[in-house]
């Protein structure tokens, strides 16, 4: 078997979607996710002018090799858009193996290690009052653990909150420039605490509740958030400080004992070394589409289970029903396996994307169509085009631009 041709669909059904389809010489195809959000068509440029002519007349099976050649062969490794355009290729080649073997991808990772994946929703509210009744809801549509995002008294908009659907992902922004978000640390720090009491009021101590910080923090002040939030018992804390530096972990692993979630942005498995290695995080959170696939992140798993840490893959909703079924795949394979983040899509882009995984009670499950089990409708799909879009930039009150 050899591929015999590749292509790159962009479509925007709400939002971007950069989707690789990969065709062999036997008829059957791959779709990997390749979607950089606000940075789709630099993954779609280093795609098509240098990645898909290096696939055409290749054995689709060697899966490990042709990730390989195309980290190592470029000789310029790592970087987000680097590895959403290996993940699509990697993606899209696991999924012709498995319908090759006339199986769920699944099966090919070693079959599965439970029966359903967990998951958790996002709840938000621009004051406690509308937060609670947001929780409210993501309990009525089964979700068995909830991340709780807030706004600040005084900031007229917050991640989480104002810039979000209902779903609480962060909504694009079509226009020239990026929406300016305003923030004030000091503000966070104070009001936070009294939202999780709220919430742990109103809900009792049996809910698993999430926070994301989304890495606005420095060290000190994310471990004393983590401190703070202490009483509250958190499933975890997510992104508390810009984790780069993985040295910054230390110093708030030695302050709390909430939970820490950590690599969403991450790339590569050396952003995860020292954080692994020294057991400075609970949960590891990279996306398979944003880091380079199934195949490396699979190895992560590993790594990190050595240390008693847990998956928790990234999945907002942009990443398309493409990555999120690639991900579901490796949940229910992974014996170390989290949670998995799903705040789901909106209904056009499940009829563009048309997935076998399925949502029922808060869980997900793959499906067990050969492949991935998504299908790409091109024709519904090349009737939304894409649109140049953003996510929001972050300011503080005097001008200085800060981490959102």
């Known amino acids: 078997m050899r591929i015999v041709d590749a292509k790159v669909m962009v479509t925007s059904p709400g939002r971007n979607f950069v989707t690789l389809e990969l065709t062999t010489d036997e008829g059957l195809t791959g779709l990997g996710d390749a979607t950089l959000n606000g940075r789709e068509l630099a993954v779609v440029s280093y795609l098509e002018d240098h990645v898909m002519p290096l696939l055409v007349g290749l054995d689709p099976h060697r899966v490990e090799d042709t990730w390989q050649s195309l980290y190592r062969g470029a000789y310029w490794r790592r970087g987000p858009v680097t590895m959403a355009a290996i993940a699509a290729v990697d993606v899209a080649l696991w999924d012709i193996k498995a319908k090759a073997a006339g199986l769920p991808l699944y099966q090919l990772l070693g079959g599965a290690s439970r029966d359903r994946v967990g998951t958790y929703g996002h709840a ?3 004051d406690i009052p509308e937060l609670l009744d947001s929780v409210r809801a993501r309990l009525a549509e089964g979700y ?3 991340r709780v995002q807030s706004g600040i008294p005084g900031l007229k908009a917050v991640y989480g909150v104002s810039s979000t659907d209902d779903s609480g992902s962060p909504v694009m922004h079509q226009q020239a420039r990026p929406l300016v978000e305003d923030w004030d640390t000091d503000a966070y720090l104070r009001h936070m605490p009294n939202v999780l009491e709220a919430v742990r009021a109103e809900f009792g101590p049996g809910l698993p509740l999430l926070h994301d910080a989304h890495h606005r923090l420095t060290p000190v002040q994310a471990a004393r958030l983590g401190k703070d939030l202490e009483p509250y ?16 972990l230390r110093i708030v692993r030695r302050h709390t004992t909430t939970p820490l979630a950590v690599g969403e942005v991450f790339n590569t498995v050396y952003d995860y070394q020292a954080l692994i290695t020294e057991q400075l995080i609970d949960y590891v959170r990279s996306a398979v589409t944003h880091f380079g696939g199934v ?6 798993f ?3 289970a050595q240390y008693q840490i847990r998956s928790a893959i990234h999945g907002p909703q942009d990443i398309s029903p ?4 690639a991900a579901v ?9 989290g949670i998995q983040e799903y705040s ?3 209904p056009l882009t499940e009829e563009v994307f048309r997935h076998a995984y399925t949502f029922e009670d808060g869980y997900l499950h793959p499906g067990e169509a050969p492949g991935i089990g998504v299908e790409l409708d091109e024709e519904l799909a090349a009737a939304h085009p894409y649109e140049a879009a953003y996510l929001p930039v972050n300011r503080l009150h005097d001008g200085t631009v800060h981490d959102w």
Request: glycine letters at 6%.
């Open 302 to 304: 590993d790594f990190a």
């Open 124 to 126: 938000n509210g621009r």
């Open 322 to 325: 493409v990555g999120m079924a």
């Open 233 to 248: 018992h958190l499933f975890w804390l997510e992104d508390c400080t810009p984790a780069e530096n993985q040295e910054a």
């Open 295 to 300: 195949t490396p992140l699979r190895k992560l």
């Open 144 to 146: 068995p653990a909830v």
């Open 344 to 346: 789901g899509h909106t």
């Open 329 to 337: 795949h490796l949940d229910l394979a992974v014996h170390n396996f």
